[in-house]
């Protein structure tokens, strides 16, 4: 390949030296950096106790169990008869409404918590420091001690079933909503407050028609989004004994159902799809709504 | 008030002028009071279908304040326990570590099949996301329970565990960072006579690192919260700590282990929060 233009050989090693001063600190950072990451990597799979050499020699149990849970009892592929595959779908069913009706409860009482919170964890609407700060540190517990914790101890606390799994759900779902909730209220434009409070309004008009209506649809979308979250919650929940589906997948795991485990993770994920996909629409009509 | 209907003149007429205003419409108002009705229903029905009942609440509720006291002051006991719970939050670090790493690593060539700028195979890339989107569709736990099915019980099922739930994510996320991608470099590249690899590899892959390394590090920082509980199922690390301690109701060693998470997850935040803002700088948060 002739190159177009003619480059003598002088001006193409300074041109070639400059480049190279220019790559070689970057490539020198990038090969630190890289090093770092193999001594983390090291470091970690000690304690991990990862075993590559035990990796591959079991490495055949990976395909052969995901293998095998696509598999009956009778050892015929699960699409080969769908109703025995799902044998027990009204069981599971019902179970599966529990879990959504679970996320549910858990997210609306939630959100409503999170709703009476959020005033007094935003600094234009309370004045008090140490109220802001009280609620802010209280959001940030309750949303970052993880739900299933919440919901071990709830169990103890209300018994086994599903009071506690929701329990553990609406207390994790005020502390991430309150912080979201909070932020949209201090990012609210103070002038119809202050329209409605010159036109002689009081505190409850001033919230009801000078904020609420700048909050109400992003409070409405944040709910929605964390409500997805929360079905995948609540469907681990049973694994505490916390209710929901979760109590039927991990024993159909721990006893080697093969079938079962898949047609329960099959529903799970589907149930999942359906509910973001609903959501998903809600939220983009209501952001419409908002722009409109 | 005098004033203002000074100012206006009747009221009477001032509902006239600005009708549109002032009147109420009774359709959008009865259907927002339905679905507000229909959630509140919904609501009442899930708690007594969830067997929620005052009493059990007012004993429960007892119940959880007794544990609460139970619980100060956080109380390890000994020392020896406080070494073993340390080792086990250092194996929780190596797990969210290592299998946040394993999943960058597997997703990264996955993300480009899902790419619309990187493949331009329709089929490809709908199944590629598919799959993404059904990884994420199940949760962390569930993952980790049937990896201990197929390595055993132990931290390397956790690992493998974080590692299968972020790589759905990372696919998501990094197959639209592609996409967001400035396509320039990359028409320049082209247009300099680079075959479509190359253009992906110095037009586009330069840009996309950045934002690759703040989430995978966001996402170390967030795994580390879902590997304190993996334990749980008896995947490795800290949780398996917790959930012995609670089931023995041992409320002040759990009191003291959940302050360790607290405190561990803190750090973490702290730092990856810090080298974050170095790569890619304060704007993007």
């Not at chain 1, 190279?20 to 304690?47: E, M, P, Y």
């Not at chain 1, 802001?132 to 949303?143: G, P």
């Not at chain 2, 020392?79 to 929780?92: H, N």
């Not at chain 2, 962390?140 to 197929?150: D, G, K, Q, S, Y």
Request: glycine share 8%; net charge positive; with cysteine.
């Amino acid at each position: 390949m002739a190159s177009a233009v003619q480059i003598s050989s002088e001006r193409s090693k300074i041109l070639l030296k400059n480049y190279q001063d220019a790559t070689s600190a970057k490539r020198r950072q990038s090969l630190l950096f890289l090093s770092v990451i193999v001594l983390v990597v090291i470091i970690s799979c000690i304690i991990a106790e990862v075993r590559p050499a035990l990796f591959w020699k079991n490495a055949g149990n990976f395909t052969d169990y995901f293998g095998r849970l696509m598999f009956l009892d009778n050892g015929q592929s699960v699409l080969s008869d769908p109703a025995e595959w799902f044998w027990g779908l009204k069981k599971w069913s019902i179970r599966l409404f529990e879990t959504l009706l679970m996320a549910y409860v858990g997210t609306l009482l939630g959100a409503f918590g999170a709703f009476l919170l959020c005033f007094a964890a935003s600094k234009n609407i309370t004045r008090s420091f140490w109220v802001v700060a009280m609620t802010r540190r209280f959001l940030e517990f309750s949303r970052t001690v993880p739900e299933i914790v919440f919901a071990l101890i709830f169990v103890v606390a209300f018994g086994l079933g599903p009071v506690a799994g929701v329990l553990a759900i609406l207390i994790h779902t005020m502390g991430a909503l309150g912080k979201l909730f909070a932020e949209v209220v201090e990012n609210i434009d103070m002038k119809p407050v202050e329209g409605v409070s010159a036109s002689g309004g009081g505190w409850l008009a001033r919230v009801r028609f000078g904020a609420l209506p700048q909050i109400w649809s992003n409070f409405v979308s944040y709910g929605l989004l964390r409500f997805e979250i929360n079905v995948r919650g609540a469907a681990v929940m049973g694994f505490v004994g916390a209710g929901g589906i979760g109590q039927t997948l991990l024993e159909s795991i721990r006893k080697f159902y093969y079938s079962d485990v898949s047609a329960i993770i099959l529903m799970i994920i589907i149930s999942v799809m359906l509910i973001d996909a609903i959501t998903e629409r809600v939220r983009h009509r209501l952001i419409g709504e908002e722009s409109r | 008030m005098n004033k203002t209907r000074q100012r206006f003149g009747n009221i009477d007429t001032v509902r006239e002028k600005y009708a549109g205003a002032l009147s109420v419409d009774w359709v959008s108002r009865s259907r927002t009071i339905g679905l507000v009705l229909a959630a509140f229903a919904l609501l009442v029905f899930g708690l007594i279908h969830l067997e929620f009942s005052p009493a059990r609440m007012i004993d429960g509720v007892g119940q959880l304040g007794l544990i609460a006291y139970l619980m100060l002051p956080p109380n390890p006991e000994t020392w020896a326990k406080v070494m073993s719970y340390a080792i086990s939050m250092g194996e929780t670090l190596a797990i969210a570590i290592l299998g946040t790493l394993l999943a960058v690593v597997i997703a990264f060539p996955l993300s480009f099949l899902a790419a619309r700028n990187v493949i331009t195979n329709r089929i490809l890339q709908l199944l590629s996301r598919r799959f993404f989107d059904s990884i994420r569709g199940v949760d962390t736990l569930i993952w980790a329970l049937i990896w201990i099915n197929v390595v055993g019980l132990g931290p390397f099922a956790g690992v493998l565990a974080i590692m299968t739930s972020d790589i759905g994510a990372f696919g998501k996320l990094f197959s639209e960072a592609a996409e967001a991608a400035d396509r320039r470099p990359v028409e320049g590249i082209k247009s300099t006579g680079g075959s479509h690899i190359q253009s992906v590899r110095f037009g586009l892959i330069p840009q996309i690192l950045p934002v690759i390394a703040s989430q995978v590090l966001y996402y170390i920082e967030s795994n580390t919260r879902s590997a304190t509980i993996i334990g749980i199922v008896g995947a490795g690390g800290i949780g398996m700590h917790l959930s012995e301690q609670i089931r023995m109701l041992e409320w002040q060693q759990t009191s003291f282990i959940i302050l360790m998470i607290l405190v561990t997850v803190a750090i973490i935040d702290f730092v990856s929060t810090r080298i974050r803002f170095s790569i890619i700088g304060p704007t993007a948060r």
